[in-house]
């Protein structure tokens, strides 16, 4: 007989299936409550809490988060596109910074680099050019002398007697000293990370971007 002969029959299995539908649906939402915890960032591993809180300059209702890097870091090389464009999608919410780290004296040139082009208003039009430079192209060695530098920028449309200037000025070293001021208030230890709030310091690289948007959440929350 068929199944239609018994409608009980019928009722009975429509109903053993809405029940395995709704078991899955749970056991789905169950899943994804579990991945949204065991996902969220640790402490100790995934960022550590910033002692003391640091001050910050950011406006109401954001919060600000510095990217510590260096020109001369491979990693932050291959994170400053996801750095880019997670920064451009947050703008409502965050007040991005960059601060360039240099871990020996060799490195220098490459923080003040950063600071005399963002002086003349270059640094983020040059930003990817020079990771390129160093990172691909290798026209650029990470721990180029002052000549070496102005060479490059000034193949890059900068006039170089101006560069020059401003590289050697006492403003540009005074935020090379400030940047290491803050790095070591932030206890930056490896590069690329992120200080969020003034709180947290953040280890992140492009599949765990995720982390810095929890951390902001968080640090919005705390305001």
Known sequence: MSESTFPSRRLFNLSMR???MSFAFV???AATAAFAQASAPVEGTDY???KPVQ???APAGKVEVIEFFGYWCPHCHEFEPTMSDWSKRNEAKVSTSYVPIAFQSSMTNMQKLYYALDALGKEKELRRKIFNAIHDEHSLAPTADAGAIADWVAK???DKKKFIDVFNSFSVQSK???ANQIA???GVDAVPELGIGGKYLVNVQARTIGNADA???RALKEK
């Open 18 to 20: 809405s029940i395995a």
């Open 27 to 29: 056991s789905s939402l």
């Open 48 to 50: 550590r809490v910033v």
């Open 55 to 57: 001050s910050t300059e």
């Open 156 to 158: 890059n449309g900068i």
């Open 176 to 178: 090379v000293n400030r």
């Open 184 to 186: 070591k208030a932030y």
């Open 215 to 217: 951390m902001v959440a």
